[in-house]
């Protein structure tokens, strides 16, 4: 089975302060990568995705995220976070081998005003 | 546009009870996938249907029996309830495996006395 791996479970920050979170996946093969956002008390949504070119690729509001296959990881990052950005934010992968999507545990971000 | 539906929102069974949790959508994708999430576990795939009438496990499919008689209808079913099976349940959707997204219901939030 394929595995999706979130190091940081619970992140807090300020207020314009910069954002990685990092996600690793174990599939060696062609993949499709997403990021999810669940704010507080909604479904999840996509923040963005990447399935082939440009490795650095960018979403809404104001996120990226760069695929590095020789380390198997696709970090979001975001230059300056508000307080809007308080959310769960989830990795996924699927591959076009393989009828499905594996999230990985997800990574609670907590903004300060 | 209604998109994906979820009923009902909100639960509370007894254990032993047998609960069904509908899952609709109106976008004639031929995907839908059950999931739960758990606190520390993130998304966990219970089961998936790539069309009607065909349906296979995902990695937590015990206690669980899924259906898809018609493409746009996918009912998740625990036939005798228990206490570990309390977590909350996404219903999601996409037309076809690969670089395309997933979309979420709003969720059931399920409690298991």
């Known amino acids: 089975a394929q595995s999706v791996s979130q190091h940081n479970h619970h992140v807090i920050l300020s207020e314009a302060a910069s954002l990685e979170l990092g996600c690793n996946y174990s599939?060696?093969?062609?993949?499709?990568l997403f990021w999810y956002v669940q704010y507080p008390g909604q479904h999840l949504q996509l923040l963005l995705k990447y399935f082939s070119g440009d490795p650095l690729v960018k979403g809404i509001k104001g996120f990226e995220a760069e695929f590095i296959k020789s380390k198997f990881s696709f970090n979001l990052r975001k230059p300056s976070v508000q307080w809007s950005d308080t959310a769960e934010y989830f990795c996924?992968?699927?591959?076009?081998?393989?009828?499905?999507?594996?999230f990985g545990s997800g990574t609670k971000l907590n903004v300060k005003p | 546009d209604a998109g994906i539906t979820q009923s009902p929102r909100y639960k509370i069974t007894e254990t032993g009870r047998q609960v069904t949790l509908m899952c609709h959508q109106t976008?004639?994708?031929?995907?839908m996938f059950w999931y739960r999430q758990d606190l520390g576990h993130g998304l966990r795939l219970i089961y998936y249907s790539a069309a009607a009438d065909i349906t296979d496990k995902g990695e937590v499919p015990d206690g669980y029996v899924v259906s898809r008689s018609k493409t746009e209808n996918f009912p998740l079913t625990l036939e005798s309830a228990t206490r570990s099976q309390t977590s909350v349940y996404f219903c999601a959707s996409t037309a076809e495996v690969g670089p395309y997204e997933q979309y979420f219901g709003p969720g059931t939030r399920l409690t298991v006395t």
């Open positions: 599939y060696g093969g062609t993949v499709n």
């Open positions: 996924a992968v699927n591959s076009d081998n393989f009828n499905k999507f594996y």
């Open positions: 976008w004639s994708h031929s995907y």
